[in-house]
């Protein structure tokens, strides 16, 4: 089966792709009929006398390293094929474009591979024939080999685009080609990166992916191209993970490791490789900076998430670890519009990352008379709606499978579950009449903590639409309980429920049960007792949410799926008849 990617041509997608980065940052320039990418300003650049920098590699590596040409990064970037070195007459193209007329030279960073190293080497000769002035550094951290045995070396991994963002800054600073070479070197023997990966990428056009890992399997020490790790293991946890990657890449016994001790200070970047998605980076963050300062204890004054340099769409990730010193800070903090470049939010005059505290709270406005709280009925008042919360958790929790399976026609099933969530914390809350949590003989305090529970405890939009009712209710419960108050606050909350959740009568939801129950009991009050009238009224809910079935959706979940599914009542308007009718039971026995 063909890879799926959104392309028009696959012989062009490389062009195209960087066709795009130049239409959206005006800022950089794409050289006619080639794949090198420069700065706007580079002739500006050139009359300050300022070494240029120039990388470049295979596609396939975006936001690298096209990504990174603008001001305090690179001068330029030249892009091959698919992870595919570029030629060498498209490189010589980019060094003629920066170098030519600027006597403060060029520096030339390339990834140990042997493509690259030959094609960037082979074009920096060229350029010094033509009497350019240009160096070369080979970049090469990667720390997954294990063997001692002669290899084609460290391959170059995301710490490239650290020592890019370093040399850039020096390279704006004004510092001479020796200086920024002196420093890249440096760099370089000071930094380690390891990998991994979940699942392969596939290059576009081809037939599937370029490599497997099995579901339950992990890839240990890949290179960007897909080349194989140092090993296999099983799928682990984002903690477990960060753990083995960092204890192979400091291990003593590999070959390639990076040394480390106890107060060290270092820079991390903890980068994607393509199909990973945020939520998952943040807590690969989250468990890396704890690992490198609690069980390694490193200071790790640099930080630096995010999506770097990819193997096109490879769900994976690598870390990279970079000594530190006063230099290296200075020109990772310096600015730069590079477009790839994604640096961390720091607190105003912080310079180093410190993990920060969690802030607290701030606490809700406590009440303090009897006004604040809200009107109070009798001790056995209080006892009957004691002997109403428990009827309606009673009953709504033995609807629970009923409920779910409503839910299976129009949303994920969970509806009977989410409720069964508010119910039991009510119910703990509840406890027993002597000992009870809730405020029983404040109907107003009463509805407000049945608001906090509910939205605290069931989430998602249910515990948000309930949440609003009890809390518009409760506004109309503070200076007197009785029949037309309780009324009053059915109105109120109904009506938070429309402003802020947006649906109406008709539209195949709670409240078509709600609104039916509530019209009843308000036609009926006047008219007759407040518990004949609440009895019609019940009648009226139910009937409301059995009307359901036959109603086209309008709102919530439901109005995604076609009308042709929709053959049972609303869920949410069932809720609202259980526990109209668990209130009437209770009513009835007092």
């Known amino acids: 089966m063909a890879s799926k990617k959104l392309l028009n041509d696959v012989e062009r997608c490389v062009d195209e792709n960087l066709e795009g980065l130049v239409a959206v940052n005006p800022g950089l320039r794409l050289i006619e009929g080639t794949r090198v990418v420069v700065r706007a300003d580079i002739e500006d650049m050139k009359k300050e006398g300022k070494v240029a920098v120039l990388c470049g590699g295979g596609s396939g590596h975006e936001p690298g390293h096209a990504g990174y040409v603008g001001r305090g990064m690179l001068s330029c970037a030249v892009a091959g094929a698919i992870f595919a070195s570029p030629p060498p007459d498209a490189i010589l193209t980019g060094l003629r474009t920066i170098t030519k007329d600027n006597p403060a030279g060029t520096l030339v960073i390339v990834k140990n591979y042997t493509g690259d190293r030959i094609n960037f080497g082979l074009s920096s000769e060229r350029a010094k024939a033509e009497g350019m ?16 045995d002669k290899t084609a070396g460290r391959r170059g991994l995301a710490g490239t685009i650290l020592l890019q963002k370093i040399a850039g800054a020096l390279a704006e600073e004004g510092k001479s080609l020796e200086e920024i070479t002196e420093q890249a070197q440096l760099v370089n023997k000071s930094m380690g990166t390891i990998g991994l990966a979940l699942k392969p990428c596939s290059t576009p056009g081809s037939t599937g992916a370029l490599f497997t890992v099995p579901d339950d399997e992990m890839e240990l020490g890949l290179g960007l191209h897909g080349e194989a790790g140092v090993k296999r293991i099983k799928l682990l946890t984002s903690k477990d993970a960060v753990k083995v990657m960092i204890d192979h890449m400091t291990n003593p016994e590999n070959p390639t490791h990076l040394p480390v001790k106890k107060g060290d200070r270092v820079a991390c970047m903890i980068n994607n490789l393509g199909g990973m998605s945020v939520l998952e980076m943040n807590i690969i963050a989250k468990d890396t900076l704890q690992y490198l300062e609690g069980t390694l204890g490193l200071q790790v004054d640099r930080a630096y998430c995010g999506t770097y340099v990819t193997s096109l769409e490879m769900a994976g990730i690598s870390i990279t670890i970079l000594h530190l010193n006063d230099t290296f800070a200075r020109c990772l903090d310096a600015q730069t519009n590079a477009p790839g470049w994604q640096a961390p939010v720091l607190a105003p005059g912080q310079m180093d990352r410190k993990t920060p505290p969690t802030m607290k709270p701030v606490p809700p406005p406590s009440s303090t008379t009897k006004e604040d709280k809200g009107a109070t009925v009798s001790k056995e008042e209080g006892s009957l709606l004691y002997t109403i919360l428990q009827k309606v958790c009673s009953r709504l929790q033995e609807n629970v499978e009923l409920l779910n399976n409503l839910d299976m026609e129009s949303g994920d099933g969970d509806t009977g579950n989410t409720v069964s969530r508010g119910t039991l914390a009510i119910m703990e809350k509840l406890g027993s009449l002597e000992q009870t949590g809730l405020p029983l003989t404040c109907p107003a305090q009463l509805s407000m903590e049945l608001a906090h529970i509910v939205e605290k405890v069931m989430g998602g939009s249910s515990g948000g639409v309930y949440s609003l009712f009890f809390t518009g209710a409760a506004s109309e419960l503070q200076k007197e309980v009785s029949p037309q108050a309780w009324l009053k606050a059915m109105n109120t909350g109904i009506a938070a429920i429309q402003r802020y959740g947006g649906a109406e009568p008709g539209d195949r939801t709670m409240l078509d049960a709600l609104c039916a129950a509530r019209n009843c009991y308000r036609d009926n009050l006047p008219n007759m007792a407040p518990l004949e ?27 995604y ?30």
């Open 133 to 148: 002035k240009c160096d070369m550094i080979v970049v090469g951290e990667d720390c997954a080999l294990t063997s001692h």
């Open 561 to 590: 799926v076609h009308a042709d599914r929709l053959t049972k009542p609303d869920p949410g308007a069932v809720v609202v008849a259980i526990w109209l009718k668990a209130i009437l039971e209770a009513l009835q026995s007092k």
């Open 533 to 559: 009238a609440f009895a019609l009224a019940v009648k009226a809910g139910e009937e409301g949410a059995e009307s359901t079935k036959s109603m086209k959706a309008h709102a919530g979940r439901a109005s």
